[in-house]
């Protein structure tokens, strides 16, 4: 019997196709959009994720100045700057920081051979790479003589690219200022950071070099730090606050004149402003999925009035009011299911195409499926069975009637 | 059962439609006895509460009071289900509207009542196509209601009562929308399946012509038996 009423299901849809047809349909964009904003949105954050990840793990930057928006923001360019024993007291009085440089930048032009490129010149030690996990793709770090003040400089791949094409860059000269400047090594490609700053766009020179010849100052504008693995990074932050706080005199009570940002502390950031964004997209995935089962509802509730005469006529001719009921469930799980079906393979279809106009990966949420699935079926149910039960409550004559 | 005694037997029948100032006594105190191989003509005027017999014989509507017995059986005290059993095995319908499912051929129609009696496809098949056969319709068998004329469509609907071989067929109205010569066919077909299957017939009508067909002619008026009497037939 239940094989039957399947059958019996199966050919009222395929007798009604164009009222099966919008069910579906509604079904399908339902379940579409809803699985597509959600997997570009998962594809985003994973996205900002590694773009986190690829500043460095465990990197801290040291400034200057209070880090704060609003008024009195400007403070920070009065702050005093650090300088190079600094550096050593970290170093030397916490232990759960592995790495300590600091770090100075300016936007310079480079030239080689008639090519101009302007590029951010940052002056830095051999630690900086080691903080921000990049490694080189040709040549050497700076040597130690190099690090004392001597010219050397480490180039990105966009710098490398602009200059001299995919010509071998190791041993050539650039110019930067008047500073000619011999190429030790080539970094290997990070491309756009999360804010979609080319880093590849850089070059890099040993500190000294750049703090007496480009800068003319030995003062040092940030320090960039990394924590060594294992150590919590809020403690190590903490310890630094304070050693600061000591180092720069500050009284207690006194707010500080520096600020310590973590990319951990940037990761949560940008994960909220990306969760605020896939919330956002979800919310008009939502709305679609109600606008998808207000199409179903509505086109059931239009056919009760058939549907209740066909009731009637069956009932007449023998059916138990159970017996109805079940073909029309049946009817409506198979609309449902088959709309859900649809509409999850559009939905991926639509997410992957998606993900790869945005350049972020793709990513499908098993739970969002499942759940927009489930609306939409059990909207599906619900408007094709209620008005089903009621009209098989009636007395035979009254849905004859209508 | 009791196969001796009348097949239905109506007994101060009632059917209240409203309450108060509106309450309306479609049907008001009917009796009367149908045995087994009869073919009943009812007619009165209009609003006399034909259709309301029909549908309380056919057990689609329920009286207000009054007993109905069905082959001895209280219908009263069927239940929704045991009411569809019984029309399911025992009744066949026929009305003034035909009542085919659209968009559904004329043989899937006329399986309908053999699918609730979990009758396999082929032999549902089988007998649904002599059904159509039987009223000269088996050559349209696969086709929609809306294809066919209101004789043929009427005749479907005759092919769908007899089908599962009922003991009583309730026609109200089979003729109303037809004209005189598709009528006659159509009141031929009735007396055939009364006098060679032995089919109890219950029929509403208007007209004389067709009420003649019947053994007996119950007239109603105002919800009640005014006269009930047997039809000299034209041999
Ligand atoms: N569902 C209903 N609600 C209220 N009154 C009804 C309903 N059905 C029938 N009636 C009333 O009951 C009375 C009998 O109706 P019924 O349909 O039995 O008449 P009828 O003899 O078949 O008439 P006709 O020859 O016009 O078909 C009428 O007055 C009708 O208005
Ligand atoms: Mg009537």
Same mark, same amino acid.
């Given at each position: 019997m239940l094989w039957e009423t399947i059958k019996l299901a199966v050919q009222s849809i395929l007798r009604n196709p164009m009222r099966s047809f919008l069910t579906i349909l509604g079904v399908v964009i339902g379940v579409a959009a809803v699985i597509a904003m959600v997997t570009v949105g998962n594809g985003s954050s994973a996205q900002v994720t590694t773009d986190v990840e690829s500043l460095g793990a465990n990197l801290l930057t040291l400034r200057p100045g209070q880090d704060r928006m609003g008024p009195g923001s400007d403070q920070?360019? =009065?702050?005093?700057?650090?300088?190079?024993?600094?550096?050593?007291?970290?170093?030397d009085q916490?232990?759960?920081?592995s790495v300590a440089v600091p770090t100075g930048s300016q936007t310079i032009v480079a030239v080689f051979e008639g090519e101009n490129y302007q590029t951010t010149v940052t002056g830095t030690q051999n630690g900086y790479f080691e903080a921000k996990d990049w490694a080189l793709s040709a040549g050497r770090l700076f040597s130690s003589s190099e690090e004392s003040g001597k010219t050397a400089c480490i180039i990105g791949q966009t710098v490398r690219e602009e200059l001299m094409g995919s010509a071998d860059p190791i041993g050539r000269k650039i110019r930067i200022d008047n500073l000619n400047c011999t190429v030790v090594g080539l970094l290997e490609a990070k491309g756009a950071n999360t804010f979609g700053q080319d880093q590849d766009d850089t070059v890099i020179m040993p500190f000294k070099t750049f703090a007496r010849r480009i800068a003319g100052?030995?003062?040092?504008?940030?320090?960039?730090?990394?924590?060594?693995d294992g150590y919590s990074t809020d403690r190590a932050i903490d310890d630094l606050t304070n050693l600061m706080r000591e180092i720069r005199r500050i009284q207690p009570g006194d707010d500080d004149d520096f600020s310590i940002r973590d990319t951990e502390q940037l990761a949560n950031?940008?994960?909220?402003?990306?969760?605020?964004?896939?919330?956002?997209?979800?919310?008009?995935?939502?709305? $679609?999925?109600?606008?998808?089962?207000?199409?179903?509802?509505?086109?059931?509730?239009?056919?009760?009035?058939?549907?209740?005469?066909?009731?009637?006529?069956r009932m007449a001719v023998g059916a138990q009011a159970s017996q109805v009921l079940l073909q029309f469930l049946v009817e409506a799980i198979v609309l449902s299911a088959l709309g859900g079906v649809i509409g999850i393979a559009l939905g991926l279809a639509m997410g992957a195409i998606g993900s790869s106009m945005l350049n972020v990966p793709f990513i499908p949420d098993p739970g969002t499926i499942a759940l927009a699935f489930g609306f939409s079926a059990v909207v599906g149910i619900v408007f094709g069975y209620f008005p089903a039960r009621a009209a098989a409550r009636l007395d035979p004559i009254e849905a004859l009637r209508h | 059962m009791d196969s001796n005694g009348p097949i239905v037997r109506l007994t101060?029948?009632?059917?209240?439609?409203?309450?108060?100032?509106?309450?309306?006594? =479609?049907?008001?105190?009917? $009796?009367?006895?149908?045995?087994?191989?009869?073919f009943v003509s009812i007619m009165g005027p209009s609003g006399s509460g034909k259709s309301t017999t029909m549908n309380v014989l056919g057990c689609l509507d329920s009286p207000t009071s009054g007993q109905y017995l069905f082959n001895g059986v209280e219908v009263a005290g069927l239940d929704r289900d045991q009411r569809a059993l019984l029309r399911r095995h025992y009744l066949g319908f026929i009305f003034q509207g035909y009542n085919l499912l659209p968009r559904t051929? =004329?043989?899937?129609?006329?399986?309908?009542?053999?699918?609730?009696?979990?009758?396999?496809?082929?032999?549902?098949?089988?007998? =649904?196509?002599?059904?159509?056969?039987?009223?000269?319709?088996?050559?349209?068998?696969h086709h929609d209601p809306s294809a066919l004329s209101g004789g043929q469509q009427q005749r479907v609907a005759i092919a769908r009562a007899l089908v599962g071989d009922p003991e009583v067929i309730l026609a109200d109205e089979p003729t109303g929308n037809l004209d005189t010569k598709r009528s006659v066919e159509i009141m031929e077909l009735m007396v055939e399946l009364n006098r060679a299957e032995g089919i109890t017939i219950v029929m509403v009508t208007h007209e004389d012509d067709m009420a003649a067909f019947g053994s007996r002619l119950i007239w109603m008026v105002d919800g009640k038996v005014e006269s009930d009497k047997a039809i000299e037939r034209a041999a």
């Amino acid at each position: 019997m239940l094989w039957e009423t399947i059958k019996l299901a199966v050919q009222s849809i395929l007798r009604n196709p164009m009222r099966s047809f919008l069910t579906i349909l509604g079904v399908v964009i339902g379940v579409a959009a809803v699985i597509a904003m959600v997997t570009v949105g998962n594809g985003s954050s994973a996205q900002v994720t590694t773009d986190v990840e690829s500043l460095g793990a465990n990197l801290l930057t040291l400034r200057p100045g209070q880090d704060r928006m609003g008024p009195g923001s400007d403070q920070g360019g =009065a702050a005093r700057p650090f300088d190079l024993d600094d550096i050593d007291r970290i170093l030397d009085q916490i232990g759960a920081i592995s790495v300590a440089v600091p770090t100075g930048s300016q936007t310079i032009v480079a030239v080689f051979e008639g090519e101009n490129y302007q590029t951010t010149v940052t002056g830095t030690q051999n630690g900086y790479f080691e903080a921000k996990d990049w490694a080189l793709s040709a040549g050497r770090l700076f040597s130690s003589s190099e690090e004392s003040g001597k010219t050397a400089c480490i180039i990105g791949q966009t710098v490398r690219e602009e200059l001299m094409g995919s010509a071998d860059p190791i041993g050539r000269k650039i110019r930067i200022d008047n500073l000619n400047c011999t190429v030790v090594g080539l970094l290997e490609a990070k491309g756009a950071n999360t804010f979609g700053q080319d880093q590849d766009d850089t070059v890099i020179m040993p500190f000294k070099t750049f703090a007496r010849r480009i800068a003319g100052s030995t003062d040092v504008s940030s320090i960039t730090l990394s924590v060594r693995d294992g150590y919590s990074t809020d403690r190590a932050i903490d310890d630094l606050t304070n050693l600061m706080r000591e180092i720069r005199r500050i009284q207690p009570g006194d707010d500080d004149d520096f600020s310590i940002r973590d990319t951990e502390q940037l990761a949560n950031m940008l994960g909220s402003v990306t969760s605020v964004l896939t919330g956002l997209l979800s919310a008009v995935a939502a709305v $679609s999925l109600l606008v998808g089962g207000i199409g179903i509802m509505n086109i059931m509730l239009v056919s009760v009035t058939e549907r209740t005469r066909e009731i009637g006529i069956r009932m007449a001719v023998g059916a138990q009011a159970s017996q109805v009921l079940l073909q029309f469930l049946v009817e409506a799980i198979v609309l449902s299911a088959l709309g859900g079906v649809i509409g999850i393979a559009l939905g991926l279809a639509m997410g992957a195409i998606g993900s790869s106009m945005l350049n972020v990966p793709f990513i499908p949420d098993p739970g969002t499926i499942a759940l927009a699935f489930g609306f939409s079926a059990v909207v599906g149910i619900v408007f094709g069975y209620f008005p089903a039960r009621a009209a098989a409550r009636l007395d035979p004559i009254e849905a004859l009637r209508h | 059962m009791d196969s001796n005694g009348p097949i239905v037997r109506l007994t101060d029948i009632t059917r209240v439609y409203g309450k108060g100032e509106a309450e309306l006594r =479609a049907l008001d105190g009917v $009796s009367f006895d149908i045995h087994r191989g009869e073919f009943v003509s009812i007619m009165g005027p209009s609003g006399s509460g034909k259709s309301t017999t029909m549908n309380v014989l056919g057990c689609l509507d329920s009286p207000t009071s009054g007993q109905y017995l069905f082959n001895g059986v209280e219908v009263a005290g069927l239940d929704r289900d045991q009411r569809a059993l019984l029309r399911r095995h025992y009744l066949g319908f026929i009305f003034q509207g035909y009542n085919l499912l659209p968009r559904t051929t =004329a043989l899937q129609n006329v399986e309908l009542p053999l699918i609730y009696k979990g009758m396999g496809r082929d032999e549902r098949e089988a007998r =649904a196509l002599a059904a159509l056969d039987k009223v000269g319709l088996a050559a349209r068998a696969h086709h929609d209601p809306s294809a066919l004329s209101g004789g043929q469509q009427q005749r479907v609907a005759i092919a769908r009562a007899l089908v599962g071989d009922p003991e009583v067929i309730l026609a109200d109205e089979p003729t109303g929308n037809l004209d005189t010569k598709r009528s006659v066919e159509i009141m031929e077909l009735m007396v055939e399946l009364n006098r060679a299957e032995g089919i109890t017939i219950v029929m509403v009508t208007h007209e004389d012509d067709m009420a003649a067909f019947g053994s007996r002619l119950i007239w109603m008026v105002d919800g009640k038996v005014e006269s009930d009497k047997a039809i000299e037939r034209a041999a």
